[in-house]
């Protein structure tokens, strides 16, 4: 016969603590054993639980007997025993499985308590009051949870007794002890009434009862669907932990507080936290005191004396010594809750910090020069993708504002992280103008498009109104490093009446008008009227120290996005190894060659066409030139040209008769022609290579633009390494006959320039059917980028511009999804069409070069994907390396592990 | 030693006939073989091409005295000599592959001409210009193929001549024999001039010129890329077959003609054919004179003395019995070329006729009722694709109309087959309103939209300046059985003035107002000016009895797609086992219910949209009543909303204030709600399920609506079977979620009708992740139906609205598709997604029902790939049921021979 029940101070195998105790069980087992004194208590293994589950209710054989036991050790512990009048035992009871299940399944405290032994609670604490809240909290929580009272008959009596007592309005704390002693009394008739028998006064029965509750909770709806969105398995069950209360409100040597091992918003060593004398735990958490320090040091000038410290300084110095042993037992600064009961220290719980990211980069490099941990440990301590936090501007958490009576007007995605202040435009040009005369604005769009791109960089941070996580404003938000909102549904542009309108989750409207002063929060997607105030970025030496272990430990190569020259230096600076996309489309934007572009679009004739190519061909080898420059000695791969051509074309009748004018042909020619390019659904339409093969010479001239560009920094004694990148691919012959114009063109400017380069040829993998015939491409194809933003939107069929009317709900209320698909990588579906390609592509040709230059290159879960499947690298948008590189250590050091 | 050479007449085991001697060398092997008179000659194996290519040119020991030794046999037979200037021998070098590579690689004739042999035939015919003519012909095709001359040099040679003699567009005939000299001249001067030597004047260096020529052409680009597109290996390599050339130019007891076995337009069975006296093969080809019938019967009143069979009685006797021994022995209906040299006959080719879809139906049919063949083999020989020539009205092909002069306006895709002519319009109201009045109308569209249904519904045929094989107006027009032309890019219809224009090739325009007459070919995807004639479709009684046999033979199911009464009764009639795919978009097109479909999308709230709903439900309700009755007893899969909802907002003044008007709110707030709702990618928007999970209660109503309909024609007797399909499914959690709310819908209505009907809920597959989930979707699904339309434009990243610009020249000039694939199933990309996802579905479900309802449904080969697979079903537009029945058949007779 396996025992079935376990006191904190039983000794289990370290390796079976959490599969039979829960992660709860196994934290007070753990303590207890370091002899750090916690309320006594034992806990019901994880087997009691299946063995539940699978006899309708029933316990194992001796499995009672053992509770009986391991409770008269807790009672003999404490001299108190449950259901005693005089000196009543109170005991929570906690589910706790192997993982956090947060909130998914039931607890209940107090228990014990009845018409007799709150009496004696409310002697031995002498406070009736406190004994009486307990109570009827104890009262609303069985009926609730075991007997299954609906929830809001309680609520509605407390609501009835607070308008009896005074006002509807009235806080709970304002209750009278004789008041809540009415409410339990309420309490007890409506559990009568709904279940026809009283609520159990015998704390045995209590207690079998909500031991009961707890492991069907582990059957209840909320936690099967958080289990299956999780992947947790069914078969774990949870652990049931019975748990002595102890009550820092006894006194003046009594008290309760919460500490941290080191400061966990700057990662300082030194103890932080604070307690309320004679109080219990939750009042410290309801605010309705105000806490007092723990430390002297910390106390505010002329305090210190209130301090913990100087108040008990006794306990104090224990305390202090509990601390430091918890951290270096645990290795991590610790988050600890504890109660103080006539002078002697509990610890109720200890479980790692949470930390800002400051701190968390702080103090796991201090631990490493502490020689606590090693730097790998550091690398796995930082989440990746808190370091956003670090890296950009800040506002207060939208609830921290919220907590000042700052509410949000509105809020979106969080396109492109940061914060931003400043005066509403509507108009790119404006944006610019404005700017030049040092004037800070944020650009509003119903959308934007390559157009706006001027006025994008010109602002302090972007909004629209629709797109999503990759819609143009996020995507070059980010690779511009500004903040942005995106797809802020709410919102109704007015460009000819210049004004923004916001619908408000009431029905009311409220209008904002251009030159009103507007704050963005890119970090979490929430828009502010007003000018909020934004803290800035950090820089941290830490960081830096972190970022080279970080480089050292990596496997995956860290590559950047960037198009222009400022881009790739800035990319470079922040440790790119490369740059993976390279994007050609702005460079057909520049204010100085749109026309010649536009006319080239239009042209009516191939030779036309090549005409006005000749003319845009030495623009962009120049680009290339500077762009080469700095990325000197590494690798560049230039996508030709992706977006349909129709992008490109004039909608006004000023620019008809601008291109008619250069082409000599009439403008409504012109128009006709313009308008035959409007296409229905642009994303599917023609695009990318389909370009490059049914209109010939635009691939040619880019191509041409990029060789001539590479031999001219090569004669200077530059080393250039282009990799030409074909996009939109789906057909295997598509990247066949164009691999023939690219290595046509290089054969011509080798012959030009009188010397050759070394280049690549490769495609962007962004369609389905390029995944499922990556065999067949890689014949022609010596690399692979996965383009897995636009492979995101074929997979799922969801365009990224219009997803913003259900996709938000489908990872919210619907739960359908665990994260938008396009900030993470859907790795069941996307990332299966990724491997399979991985895995087609190599067999053809062992040496691919294969990499990632979507979105997800800068998304931690999804670097992690990236580097399980065997890519050579990813690429990111400059601010996002800092992450990228530190997601591919993690990875790294994770594969190691296994 | 293998032998290398073989003649006609030498004995070769049958199987190993093909590859080694090639189609052709086949035929003639088996000819001579048969004793059938074929001028003699011999054939250079396959090995030896491939030894050839694997040894630079060289040829296997031997094989050159075996050459020799088979001409020897050649000049013997015929007592010519190659070479002899008194009776020379003229040969043919032909190349001829195991599989038919039409044009792919090269041939010489009348091999064996120089000066002096030219002379030699001039006497020996008595034809000098027909000598010279030859001798020109000869060097042309030798300077070009074996000599590398570039064919250009000649033809401006020929047509400087021309102008020399007269002018510039004198046909090749009414050149005399001294201008004939004088050009063979002159290519010989060529041929010097481009090569530094003449051409060769020895026939054996010419010989061995001619089979290094064929055995090179093996390996030019254009073989070698076709063989890639066929899958047909290299490794095959070609035969060499050299013949004696016979003449049907001797005189009055010479000539030529072709005849095929049986009437190839209307399969009777008579001797067809055409021959002319004195002439050689290509002069009955060239047109120049008019030939004269085989038989006494066919021939014009009064003529009957020139047939053949009156002319030559004897030769007529030999060549009826030679005709019928090749038709019994090919068991087919053969078209024969003869020549008859000096009163013998010879049979040059013999091959299966090709025939209208009227004569494959009926000979197939006539050969099961002589014996001759079983009906499976009468099912694989009707091509299931030509039956839209029998099913629909039909004009001459647009190569028979230009030989008369008409000329296409424009062509875009054959996006809906069959004829029709009528007087253009531009809107959907006048096409219904002229219609009534009796006027056959074209309606003519830059895109159609679901409210032109009814305009399209009145219209003979459609016209559309964009879209693609599935476009709206191509699926529609299907679905009616209409004609449709669809994405001609060269349109430019302008609304406003009632016009349509069409750009010509030549750069010239045509413009075309209301009122013209239009003559569409939906079958060619052919537009011309004016009113046509268009024959009748065909009703053929044969036709009926290869339909049992088909469904006798047949394994996969045959639904069809429709959504009205009607379609389900013409469905019924053409033997659909049921409904494949009911859309129910159209029910919320109809007049009576749009408006209450406007204020639904458009409401303010749950309960505002739930009180249009309740309105709406009614009406489908007895949509679906008559439906089910007319489908009683077979299966109907009904799917639920697919289309984005912005498809159904008003987007006129007067609609946003009528729709107001009814919501009782005002008109800008109804536009503002309207405006939110566009996207900017419609087909990868807010669109099927998941509008059904995020505006509640429109998919309750839509499964209360069939339910309720269902249970009403129970309660009578009438048995029905719906299957609930939920669209754009690409999460398993989005049928569960949808699942649960259908079954929901279906208690309610249970209890409501006190009866319960059996049904079935599943899922269209139409989105690669679909496919690659299919396993965790299998789930929930009780069925999957391929939505094979939208699964192509996913997995291609193609729109089929916006392909129009760039897929014609995938298929054509680049040759990157053999077919569109959104007309014939992509195998290899789209069907791989297929293919995984029935083992994926089926491996969770092994009862999952499996069916397709894209366009495939209705494409042979398509078909062929769903029965392969193991599909239960497929559905297509009624009209095509004919074709998916055969095809199916057909399938399922080459499964059991394989």
Redesign the interface.
């Known amino acids: 016969m396996t025992k079935s029940v376990y006191s904190f101070s039983d000794d289990v195998p370290d390796e079976q603590l959490k599969p039979l105790l829960g992660g709860k069980g196994q934290g007070l087992n753990v303590m207890t054993r370091l002899g750090i004194p916690v309320p006594p208590g034992f806990t019901l293994s994880t087997e009691v639980c299946n063995y539940f589950r699978e006899h309708d209710g029933g316990y194992p054989e001796g499995a009672k007997q053992e509770v009986i036991e391991a409770l008269a050790k807790v009672e003999a512990t404490l001299g108190r025993r449950l259901g005693d009048p005089e000196a009543p035992l109170l005991v929570s009871v906690r589910s706790g499985a192997r993982v956090s299940m947060p909130g998914m399944m039931d607890t209940i405290l107090n228990l014990g308590l009845n018409a007799q032994t709150v009496e004696g609670l409310a002697r031995m604490s002498g406070d009736r009051r406190f004994a009486f809240d307990a109570y009827r909290r104890f009262l609303q929580m069985y009926g609730d949870v075991v007997l299954e009272v609906p929830h809001s008959r309680f609520e509605q009596a407390l609501s009835a007794l607070k308008v009896a007592e005074g006002h509807a309005t009235l806080p709970d704390y304002a209750l009278s002890a004789e008041a809540l002693e009415r409410l339990a009394a309420t309490y007890q008739g409506i559990i009568e009434e709904v279940t026809g028998a009283p609520c159990p006064t015998d704390a045995r029965e209590q207690l079998w009862g909500a031991i009961g509750a707890v492991f069907g909770s582990w059957d209840n709806p909320r936690a099967i669907r958080y289990r299956r969105m999780q992947e947790i398995s069914d078969a774990w069950g949870t652990a049931c932990t019975v748990q002595a209360m102890v009550f820092g409100n006894q006194g003046d040597t009594s008290g309760s507080g919460v500490a941290f091992t080191r400061n966990p918003s700057t990662g300082e060593r030194a103890l932080y936290g604070e307690y309320l004398p004679n109080a219990q735990g939750e009042d410290v958490v309801a605010g309705t005191r105000t806490p007092l320090a723990l430390t002297a040091a910390s106390a505010p000038p002329g305090q210190e004396g209130t301090s913990l410290e100087r108040a008990m300084p006794a306990v104090f110095r224990e305390f202090v010594s509990l601390t430091e042993r918890l951290e270096t037992h645990f290795r991590d600064m610790q988050d600890i809750e504890f109660t103080i009961e006539n002078g002697q220290v509990f610890i109720l719980q200890t479980r790692t910090g949470k930390r800002t990211a400051h701190s968390a980069v702080t103090v796991a490099v201090a631990l490493v020069d502490e020689g606590v941990i090693t730097p790998a440990e550091a690398l796995l301590r930082v989440d990746a993708s808190s370091l956003d936090q670090l890296l950009h501007a800040q506002l207060p958490t939208p609830e921290e504002l919220a907590k000042r009576g700052i509410h949000a007007l509105a809020v979106g995605l969080p396109a492109s992280p940061g914060a931003a202040t400043g005066s509403i435009v509507f108009h790119a040009d404006d944006a610019e103008r404005l700017a030049k005369v040092g004037t800070k604005v944020i650009l509003v769009r119903r959308?934007t498009s390559p157009e706006d791109i001027h006025g994008m960089q010109a602002a302090e941070g972007i909004l629209t109104a629709?797109g999503g996580m990759t819609s143009h404003a996020a995507v070059v938000a980010r690779g511009l490093g500004k903040c942005c909102v995106a797809g802020v549904?709410a919102l109704?542009v007015d460009y000819a009446k210049a004004i923004v309108t916001v619908r408000q989750s009431d029905g009311a409207t409220r209008v904002l008008k251009e030159g009103d002063a507007m704050t963005l929060d890119g970090s979490h997607g929430a828009v502010y009227a007003g000018a909020l105030e934004v803290s800035a970025a950090t820089t941290l030496p830490e960081l830096d120290r972190l970022m080279l272990w970080a480089d050292e430990h990596r496997k995956l190569g860290i590559r950047a996005n960037a198009d222009t020259p400022e881009g790739a230096r800035q990319a470079r600076a922040l440790g790119a190894q490369g740059i993976g996309l390279c994007r050609t489309e702005h460079m057909f934007f520049a204010d100085d060659r749109l026309e010649a572009v536009r006319c080239m679009v239009l042209a009516r004739s191939a030779e036309e066409r090549r005409r006005w190519l000749d003319k845009i061909e030495p623009m962009q080898e120049g680009d290339f030139l500077q762009i080469f420059e700095a990325m000197q000695g590494l690798p560049v791969t230039v996508r030709l040209l992706d977006w349909p051509l129709h992008e490109f074309i004039p909608k006004l009748a000023e620019e008809h008769e601008a291109v008619a004018l250069a082409l000599g042909d009439d403008a409504s020619a012109v128009r006709?022609r313009a308008e035959?390019?409007h296409?229905?659904?642009?994303?599917?339409?023609?695009r990318g290579v389909?370009?490059g093969?049914?209109v010939p010479g635009i691939y040619r001239a880019q191509a041409r633009a990029v060789l001539t560009a590479a031999c001219r920094l090569a004669e200077r004694g530059i080393e250039v390494h282009p990799e030409i990148m074909i996009p939109?691919v789906?057909?295997a012959?598509?990247v066949e006959?164009m691999r023939a114009v690219v290595d046509a063109a290089a054969a011509e400017v080798f012959e030009e320039q009188g010397r050759k380069v070394d280049y690549l040829v490769g495609t962007m993998i962004?369609?389905?059917?390029a995944c499922?015939?990556a065999g067949e491409i890689a014949k022609h194809a010596q690399f692979f980028s996965f383009g897995t933003n636009?492979l995101t939107?074929?997979?799922?069929?969801?365009?990224r511009?219009?997803s913003g009317?259900?996709l938000p709900?489908?990872v919210s209320e619907?739960?359908?999804?665990e994260a938008d698909p396009f900030a993470r990588l859907?790795i069941?579906?996307?990332g299966?069409?990724v491997a399979m390609a991985v895995e087609r592509g190599r067999a053809t040709r062992s040496d691919l070069k294969l990499g990632l230059c979507g979105e997800h290159g800068g998304e931690p879960r999804s670097i992690a994907f990236c580097a399980e499947i065997g890519l050579d690298y990813v690429s990111c948008s400059p601010p996002r390396l800092p992450v990228a590189r530190l997601a591919a250590a993690q990875a790294a050091i994770r594969a190691l592990s296994v």
Chains 1, 2 share one sequence.
């Open positions: 959308e629709t549904g109704s006709q035959a390019m296409e229905l659904n642009p994303m599917l339409g023609h389909r370009v093969l049914t939109v789906g057909i012959g598509e006959q962004e369609l389905p059917r499922v015939r636009d939107q074929t997979t799922f069929g969801i365009s511009d219009d009317t259900f709900a489908y619907l739960g359908l999804l859907d069941d579906g996307v299966a069409l």
